[in-house]
Structure formats: C-alpha cells, structure tokens
C-alpha cells in the first residue's frame, strides 16, 4: 500500500470508542459486581478501566542552584518547569525520575529522598518530586526542552512556571532550605486552575 | 437481537490489540519524538499509552488493633489484607482509599497521614497505604471480603496475607508502633516474587 501514514496524535483521548481486544464498538454500562460505570465490550466481555497517571521528576541542585527546563512542547510551552513526565510501565517512581531528567536536561544526578507527592484529581494524575544532586553543572537538553538551566532560588521565575505542582515543590523546598531539613509532603492541589 | 451476553472479563489485558478509537488493527512501533515502542493506529494517528496503575489502602486501627480484610476474590482468594484497591479517576489517594476501606470493610473512619508508599515495577503499581482511625468496631464487609476484623498485633496472620505491600506495611506499623511515631516510609518491593 502506497498510502501516507497519518500524524500521529498523542496520547489517544481517554474516551474509548472501541474495545481494544476485538474491535467492536464499545458499550457504557455498570458490570456485574461492579459499582460504577466502564468502557465494556459486549461482543467479547471485556471490561476496560481507566485509572490516575503518575508524574515522576526530580528537584535537583548543583551547589545552590536548581535544575529547571523551559518546555518546548505543550502543554505550557516556554514555561519552565523541573524535568518531570509521566511514568513508563516496568519502572519505579525513582528510575522514571532519572530518566525524567536525563531525557529533559541530559543532566547527570545522583538521585535523593522522594520529597513531595501531590494529588491532582481534576486531571486524573499524582505528582511525585525527588530531591537529587547533579554531579556536574553540564547539561544536555533533549528534544522537550528549548533550554535548560541551574538557577539560584532568587532567579526563579515564579510567575512563568508550567504546573502548580511545580510551583509548590519549588515553595516548599526553597522553605526548608532555610532550615536544611527536606520533610516528605503530601497534599493536592485544589480543583478550580487546570494542571 | 436475542444472543446472550457474554460473561464480563475484567481488567482487559493490557495488551492493545485494536485502536480505541477507529477500531483498527494495532500496530507496534516507535512513534516519532519518541523513544519506545507504543501502540499505534496507523489508520486515524492515535498513539495509546500505558502506565501503571496505584493501588490506595488505609491500616485503620480501633483501640490497639488493626482492621484486616480477608479476600473474596481473586488474586489471593482467602488470604488477609488491608482494605485496598485501584485509585479511580477523578479522586485523589485519599479520597480512594476512604472508598475501598467503605466497600471492603464497611468501616467508618477518620483518615490520618499517608504511612507507606511503594513501588512494584514487576506488575506495573505504586501502592499508597494511609493510617486511619474507625468510629466504631462495626463492620460490613462488602462483596469482595469474606469477613473483616480487628486484629491484635500479635494476631495478624502473617502466613497468610496476600501481598507483599500489605506485610511490609504492617511490619512498619507494629515496629512503629513501639514508639508511637510513624514516619512516611517509601521503599521498592524487588522483582522475584509476585505481588
């Protein structure tokens, strides 16, 4: 076939339309057992479920800098942020941290406690920042990031960061840098702003 | 149409065999801008991703025992847990929690802090369990517990509690316990065995 291959879009809506083990044309109802309602297929009975997604990055520091990119794709494009994305099957929060980091900076860290957690239920996702330390203040920027940088905690740009759970990991630790104790914190962030 | 449905299956395989949204046939490759293989449609672009899924628990005590659950279904049939299950969309850690604690136990609660937070890369979870404290010693157990009770430290039945998560986490509580804090602990479960 000579055919184009089309763009490819991503992710896939989180609406399903067709089951994706045979084809058919998905029904919406209340499976047996079950108490709300899912994707199902009525030809094959499967039953699809759709959970939250995990955001993994990391907060790093060279000396008293801190590691942030500015994003060259959306969502939030040229605001900055700490490297962070979603995590991949097969790995844990730690190691989809560092490869965050590696793929968003090309920065070189040796990785530390896990710091914040936060709930973000209106997009269906949880956030986790690592602390880390970078073995070296070179820094390589992939392809999601038009720059990156290590910046004083005066240089941050508030007012130009991408998520609120980046803004917040950021308060946080700028807070408890004061006092150089780095306590985990859990919290959510409220529904009203997107994500 | 008179055919009968079929039985209902759940969860479906993570393995996509036709696109979600066009119900084209799968086709494994690297999509571009990106570095792994993906799920695509080669019909309509769509680009379906996987991730893992997290898994929301309480240990919730009643004076100085704790509430067990003891599994109706499978995985793990007959054997004890912790009130857990898979976070749903749109509510936070906590608010899921809460809920299967309700289903699977039909305990009321007070919420505490988020205890233990686990990473189980081999089947693709993060598992959060909270503390909480019951209103009151009245149970009722849903659809997916045979029964559920309180129990002492010294009965919890350690040869036969069904995850891994479930024992590293009351390990933790009873240790804590001693000393009455009880600090968030993250850790990984390793690869070998199944959880």
């Known amino acids: 076939m000579s055919s184009r291959p089309p763009s490819f879009y991503y992710p896939a809506p989180r609406k399903q339309r067709f089951c994706s083990q045979c084809g058919t044309p998905i029904t919406c109802l209340t499976p047996p057992d079950d108490n709300r309602v899912r994707a199902v297929c ?37 605001k900055w942020t700490l490297p962070a994305g979603f ?65 004083h905690p005066q240089d941050i740009p508030w007012n130009d960061l991408a998520f609120r759970t980046v803004a917040t990991t950021l308060q946080h630790y700028v807070e408890d840098a004061r006092v150089g104790i780095f306590p985990v914190r859990h919290y959510a962030i409220p529904m009203p702003l997107s994500e």
Chains 1, 2 share one sequence.
């Open 42 to 78: 009525e030809a094959c009975g499967a039953v699809h479920y759709q959970n939250p997604r995990n955001v993994v990055g990391v907060l790093a520091t060279w000396e008293d800098k801190i590691l942030l990119c500015r994003r060259a794709i959306q969502p939030r494009r040229n």
């Open 87 to 151: 995590m991949e099957l097969g790995e844990t929060t730690a190691q989809g941290a560092m490869r965050e980091t590696q793929e968003e900076a090309g920065a070189r860290i040796e990785l530390g406690a896990l710091y914040t957690i936060i709930d973000v239920p209106h997009v269906d996702q949880v956030h986790f920042f690592y602390l880390g330390r970078a073995l070296s203040d070179e820094l390589f920027p992939g392809p999601e990031s038009t720059e990156a940088g290590f910046y």
